[in-house]
Structures are given as C-alpha cells and as structure tokens.
C-alpha cells in the first residue's frame, strides 16, 4: 500500500488526507496544531502533533520513507520553504508542495519539488473554463497544456456510440471512463440520481443524456470536443 505523508491540515490538508484514504492509501498526517491532529487522528493511519520545520523530529517518524510528501502549509511561507527543503534534505521520493504567491512558486521550482500546487492560479482557470464550456464539470490541470477532465455529453453525441464518435481520431482526446447516472426515486418520492462508473467503457454502448465523460488530452482539444 502506497504511504504518503500530508504536512499542514488546514482545510486544503486535510481534505487532501482525508480523499487519500477514501482511495486506499495510508496516510500520514502532520500538523504542529494539536487541535487539527486531534480532529484527523481517527481518519488517517497516522497523526502526529510536530512541526515540519524541525528535521529531527521528521527524521524521527522516518518521513523518508513515504512514497510521496504532500506539503499543505498555506499562510506561513517561511514554514512552507523550510519543511520543503528538509525533505529534501532528508531524501522523500517525490515531494508536492503548495504556493500562494509567485515569489514562493519560483523558489519552490528552484528546489526542484516534483509539483507545485497552486489553488488560486487552478481555481481560475477552473472558474474561466467552466463559464465558456458549461459541457465541463470537472478539469484537473495534470501538466501544461495538459488535464483529465468530467464532460456532459454534447447533445449531438447523445444516442451514438463511442465508436462512432472517435473521439481520439475526432478531437485528440481520450475518453478513459463513463459516469452512468441513473435517475431514481427516494422512500421520501424525491428524484435523484444515482451514479456508477465504468471504467474502459465499451466502444459499442450508447451515450445517455445523464452520462458524464472523463477525457484526457490537451486543454484545446478537451474544450472543442465538449462542444460536440
């Protein structure tokens, strides 16, 4: 099981953390508030109250030996660069870490992390894309240019088969999953919808006006295909 330690659990952490087991990795939790360790200790696989810029402590919970550290630390910029560093230092595998500004950003490309998380710069670029493409319901930015993205599915695709639509040949994207959702009626006779997906989906099965399209490809071809 893969093992990957979450540092700062503000909101952002420990939603991270708590995502993370929701997909079956362990999780290691790490906050110098013992408030916030108290308040996730019972969803990870480990919590414990330290501060990551002390580098005998981290050594100590051999934080080396995670698969992937996820640096959270939001506001202290200072700390943020510090518990960056030292893993480093100490020799994580592969380390995220969060920016929220442009000066923090080019120091942690710098320190050569393996990925700079950006919530602001995404967010808006979510927000811009969701306003001229309301086919999107989801994009995750994976590299530039680059996103896994949740699509409705156009109306002129609605009926025809995945074969027919070729996407890949079409439009230079990928359709990787099927959202199925499934109207049904609750005890309390409200209408909802229950969801199923279907990974690697048959090239032959109809698209339903409920579906939702996971596509992978570049951004351009992404938006054109959500067009239809």
């Not at 959270?72 to 020799?91: F, H, M, P, Q, S």
């Not at 493409?133 to 240019?145: A, F």
């Amino acid at each position: 099981m893969r093992q990957i330690a979450v540092i700062g659990l503000g909101k952002f952490g420990s939603t991270v953390a708590r995502e993370l087991v929701e997909q079956g990795v362990e999780v290691i939790a790490v906050d110098r508030d013992r408030e916030l360790v108290e308040a996730i200790k019972d969803s990870v696989s480990y919590a414990t109250t330290l501060s990551a810029t002390d580098e005998s402590a981290l050594r100590a919970m051999n934080i080396q030996d995670v698969d992937v550290a996820v640096v959270c630390i939001g506001e202290d910029v200072e700390a943020n660069l510090l518990a960056t560093l030292l893993l480093k230092r100490i020799g994580v595998k592969r380390i995220w870490s969060r920016a929220i500004n442009p000066l923090q950003q080019e120091i942690l490309k710098a320190l050569e992390v393996d990925s700079i998380i950006n919530l602001e710069e995404e967010m808006g670029k979510l927000v811009a894309r969701s306003v001229v493409t309301e086919n999107i319901t989801r994009h995750v930015h994976l590299s530039p240019g680059f996103s896994v993205a949740e699509v409705k599915v156009p109306d002129v695709f609605v009926g025809k088969t995945l074969r027919q639509i070729d996407a890949r040949g079409a439009f230079g994207v990928n359709i990787v999953a099927i959202k199925k959702r499934q109207p049904e009626i609750t005890e309390l006779g409200e209408r909802t919808f229950k969801e199923r997906l279907e990974n690697a989906p048959a090239p032959d099965e109809e698209l339903d006006e409920n579906d939702i399209l996971v596509v992978v490809g570049q951004d351009q071809n992404i938006e054109r295909f959500s067009k239809g």
